[in-house]
Each structure stands twice: as C-alpha cells, then as structure tokens.
C-alpha cells in the first residue's frame, strides 16, 4: 500500500514538478534555482486559480449569511448539537464551502513535501538524470543561490519569517478585520467560528514561520511567491483592509 501511495505521488507530483524546475533551471539567467522556484512556483498558482477564486468566493458568502448564524446561534442557544446542525444545514442550502482557504493551503502540502525531498534527500543540486522526461535537457549548470543571497538548499530565517508575515497578510485580506465579539457564549457555532478565526489569522502563519525556519529555504520561498500571488490577486478583486 505504501509503495502505491510512493509511485502515485511521484507520478502526479513529485516528477512533474522536478522535471518543471530542472527545465526552468536550464533555460533561466545564470541557471538560478531560486528564480527557478519563483517561476514554478507562478506557473502552479495559475493552476489552481480556480480553486482559490472558489476559496474567496467562499469567504464572501460566509460574510453574507453571517446574520443568518447569528441569528441561528440565538434560537438554539441553549442546544449547541442542534445549532451546530442548523449552521451546517444552512451552509449546505447557501452552498457555501467555508473550509475552502484550507482545503487550498492542504492541496499544496505535497508540493511543499516534493520540494523538500528535492533539497533534503537529493535531486538537486546533484540533478537525478533517471527522472527527466525526453524531452528535458540536462542543464550546463546549477546555482543555488538565489540572486546570489540566499542558499535555497539551506535554512532561512528571512523566507521563513517572509512565509509567516505573507500568511498573515493574506489572511488579513481575504477575511476582513477581525470584528469584536462579546464574549463567548458557549455555544457550538460561535465556539466553532472563533476558534476557526483565530487559528487562521494568528495560530497558521505562526505555525507555518516554525516549519518554514526547519526546511530548505525553497519551501519557504514558494510560499512566499504564493502567498504574494495571492494577495495581489485579493487586491485586483477589489479587497481593503478596511474591507
């Protein structure tokens, strides 16, 4: 079963993704692998771009039956299991997905887990000819450091506190303010979407700063361009942080 799970991750990611970055990596300025990891790493944000336009989409409609919530959390205010099913009977009636910001930040997990395997247990600098496809060329040269500054093969302080910093803004953006909330009524459904708050705004960037400080600084320097990516998609589409 695990051998399955190996073959299937290198066939839909892990070789994909390496064949990707050799390539970039031959055909881009001084075969930079920072730059490499940039390139890549916009090329997969075009991707999943519908996935995160149906993220923010999400967040919007979860702005629009706040009231409904409110209002479902006062009628079963004394039956958190029954308040609980109403919110997810409502979700499911509006349609809304209001786990689709992580369901997005989970799709990228294995690509995050590719890159570290292609720093950390080998693939590059060393370039494993046997996973190139035919038509991918060995490039003349590798470098990796990025403009010269940063080894992506090694740890960064700098990206990683750039990933954390990147989350919370993004966080900030695509949420709106944090608005204030008398204090917790013990219910399911305000339970739920506090602590759901929270974890997203302040807990995950931090979070995702440790793991960042721990790994080769590639990981990290794709989700900052992510991250970027993203915000600057949230502000084409009209968000304010006073929004």
Known sequence: ML??????????VYDPLYNGLVFLVGVLPAHDVGLAVVVLTIIVRIILFPLAR??????????KIAPDIEALKAKYKNNREEQGRAIFALYKERDVHPF?????????????????WMFALG????????????????????????????????????LAALAAVTQIIYSRLSM???KK????????????????DLQARYVLPVIIGV????????????????????????????????S
């Not at 689709?100 to 570290?116: N, W």
């Not at 190139?132 to 992506?152: E, R």
């Not at 909330?181 to 759901?196: L, Y």
């Open 181 to 196: 909330s008398a204090p917790s009524d013990g219910t399911f459904g305000g339970d739920m979407a506090r602590s759901f």
């Open 176 to 178: 709106g303010p944090r």
């Open 123 to 158: 693939g590059l600098p060393e370039i494993n000819a046997e996973l190139l496809y035919p038509l991918v060329n060995m490039p003349a040269s590798v470098n990796m450091d990025f403009f010269g500054l940063i080894d992506v093969g090694s740890r960064s302080l700098i």
């Open 54 to 63: 149906r993220a923010s989409a999400a967040q919007e409609q979860m702005k």
């Open 100 to 116: 689709a910001s992580f369901g997005l930040i989970l799709i990228q997990l294995p690509i995050l887990i590719a890159l570290y």
């Open 3 to 12: 051998g399955m799970w190996s073959a299937i991750f290198h066939t839909v």
């Open 211 to 242: 793991i960042a400080y721990t790994i080769p600084a590639a990981a990290p320097l794709y989700w900052v361009v992510s991250n970027s990516f993203m915000i600057a998609q949230e502000l084409f589409m009209g968000r304010r942080f006073n």
